[in-house]
Each structure stands twice: as C-alpha cells, then as structure tokens.
C-alpha cells in the first residue's frame, strides 16, 4: 500500500489527535510513521488550500483512492522535497497526477502564490496580454464579440484595449474569472498577466537582435513578454532561475506559450553568473515582499527586519546585474510592493556605489513610459541627498486605484550610450 492510501486512511479514522492516531496505535503502519506524520500534519496545515486548487483544476479525475490523491498534490505543490514515489515508474494514480502538473502549479500560484486573490480583495481589472509569439494578428476584439470597447475600467460586459502596452486587454474580475476557461487562454494565445507587470519589458523595449537576460524569471511572465519583442529580430532571451520547482513552471509556461526557441532557461543563481559580452538588456525582477499584490495584506509590514533583508537581497542582485555585463545598455528593476526601502531605496543605495554611478543614470522620463501619470516617491532621494526630480524617472502603480496590483519599475541606461560622444581631438 502506498504512503499516500494508508495516509488517507489513517486520516480518517477516528482519534483524538493526529499524534495519537500515528503514534500510539494498535495496527502498525508500513509505512515510516514519521514520515507519515509529517505528510498529515503539513496537509492539515494547507487543507483549504490544497482543497481549493484540486477543486480549481476540475478535470481531476483519478481512479481509485481520491483522498490519497488530494494528499499527492499536497506533496507535489506544498512539499520542498516533492512527491514520494518513482520518478520514472511511479503508481497509475501518481501519473496521472502528474499530467495535470503544470496546471497544478498554475493554480497554485493564484491561489496561494504571487497572483493570490481573496474575495475580498480583488483587482479592479483582470488584464490579459494578447501572446503575440503564438498568434501575429490581433483577433481579440473578434474572440470576445459578445463584450463592448470601452476606454475606462470596464464593467461585467466591457473590455478595454490599454494606452500604454500594446496588446493588453482589461476585463471586469467577473469575467476575467471566465477566462481560464477559454479556449485561447488554454491553448496559450492570450496570458492573464497584470497591467504592471507588462511595464518591464515596455521599459526595456530591446532592440532588435539584442540578447536580454530575464535574472529572476518563473513563473515567466515577464520572459516570455520580453520574448514576445524579440521574436524575429535574431534576438534572444536567457532565463535564470534558481529555484527547480519553479524553473520547471517556468519551463512549460515557455512551452505553452510558444517561447522555448527564443530562450534559453539556467537553472543557477544568477549571483554566480560571470561576465558576458553578448547580454545588451537586463529584467530583474527579484523576490520580494509582494505587499503589492492582492490578498497578501499588509503582512509584510509586521516584519521590517524581512524588509531590510529583502531591500539588502535585491541591491545585491541589481549591482550585479549593473556590473557583470559590459555591454548591456539597459537595466530595468522591477518589485510587486509598495515598501519605499525595496523600491527607491533600493535605487539609490546602487546609485550610491561609485563604479555603478559612473556607468549607468537612471533614464529620462521621457524615456520610461513618459504619459504614465504615478512617478517615484522623492523623498527617499532627499534622504539619500540626492536629486529629488530623478524620481521622475520611476513608474509607481498604486494597488486598485491604478487598476491592479501596486507596482514599481526603475529604467537604467548605461551613460556611454546616452550621452553624445566626448570630443576626441582636432579636427579641420
Ligand atoms: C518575483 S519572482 C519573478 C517573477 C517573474 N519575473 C515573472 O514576472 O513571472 C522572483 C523569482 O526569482 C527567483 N530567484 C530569487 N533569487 C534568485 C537568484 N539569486 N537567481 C535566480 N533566481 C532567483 C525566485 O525563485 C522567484 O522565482
């Protein structure tokens, strides 16, 4: 019998705890009661979650033991160490759990990952990027016939076309809750991606041929978006991530959406990435407090000290990536909070940094999504002494008002390549 039945079984007997039911009982177990153990109580602490994304994939349709199922994909999602069976011949039902992986993973990130909602706490708008590295013409207006064009934020009927990333769609929550269901979503022909989190590749807007590197990439929104501008152009994308579970989500997101010709994924952390003369644009989008996003709260608040360790995390990932590659020519920063110390502060803490300062400014507004209204917070650069008006420079999107999640994104030009070139000599 496999850990996952006995599991199950032991699950439901009745006890007075989950200790006294694995611990102190009359039948011994096969399987290792400690590993049991760990198993139950790990399941029991996500039970909702777990319930709430095998509810969500709905074509969950296993043979045999559904409880033990459920505790597998407990195991797959929530559990660092995975699954416990054969990875080449692991048990019928296992397999067949495993078909729906991706889809797994997918769900779990909206449910409990970086696209969390709660009921109470929805965005405005549900955008969606028409993906346009599988389809070349865009058909979405005749793909949703039954919903009518509108400019503001639309309602349960409307959609709208956003001013600022080109083939980016807005519906109401309501109907954005439909389109999993589509079959253009499925079939990867439009990506349910926030507003804000197109504006990385906008501001890097890559030249054609350039090879970009995406530092912190899965589950790969923002690689296969910058992709998308590189497609037929020569160009290229190298995409690091270092975590394997989400580099695999990464992988068949690439798959899925038409991107894995176009780039190249590292499993690695990009920190020990050495120095490459081919790399022209840099997206680092590092791991961060997520205050930003909808239904995570303001838990971060709570822990400044989290705060402070991030900020420290994503200064050291930016200087990298601002000094390992000679001839990049752009850098865009990205973070989903709305802290100041991982946002401008950040900024100015890598503008402090001599080398740094004298390669690379911040680009102008009028380089960096100029009509975009929510520009930096100055302050921050008043208390670094430096130049308040750069914080025009920086996009800022406040959660709801701005019509999805709170988001901030600074642009780097390298100076050589911003500046006219020094007089050299005489000439006559
Ligand atoms: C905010 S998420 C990136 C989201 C992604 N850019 C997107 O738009 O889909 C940050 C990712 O960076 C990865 N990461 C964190 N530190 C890293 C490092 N040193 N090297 C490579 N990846 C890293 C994390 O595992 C996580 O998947």
Known sequence: MSLYVEAARVLKEPGVSLKQKVYNRKKPLRSSPGRLYALLAGYMDHEEQVKAIVKEVGSFNIKGDKDAAVLVVYDLLFNRKGISASKNHPPP?????????????NIYDKVVGENANTEADLSPVRWFRLNSLKVQDDQVLKWFPSLELVEQFPGPKQIMKDKYVDGLYGVSPEYGSTLKKNKHYIEGEIILQDRASCFPAELLNPKSGWC???????????TTHVASKLIHTGGSVIAFEKDPQRARILQNNLKLHGADQLVETRVQDFLAQTEDRNVKGLIVDPSCSGSGIYGRGNKAELDPERLIRLAAFQSK???HALTT?????????STCSYHDVENEGVVCEVLQ???????WMLASRDEALPEWPRRGNRELFE????DPS????LIRVERGTDGGIGF???KFVRKHYNTEPEWQGFSD
């Open 317 to 319: 990932i930016l200087k």
């Open 408 to 410: 901030f994104a600074a």
């Open 93 to 105: 039902f296992i397999k067949e759990i495993l078909k729906l992986e991706t889809r797994l993973r």
């Open 325 to 333: 590659f000679p001839e990049a020519e752009c850098v865009v920063y």
């Open 390 to 393: 750069l914080a025009e420079s």
């Open 383 to 386: 208390e670094f002494n430096m």
């Open 353 to 359: 940094d001599e080398e740094i300062a004298q390669n």
């Open 212 to 222: 970009v590197v995406d530092a912190c990439a899965a589950p790969g929104n923002k």
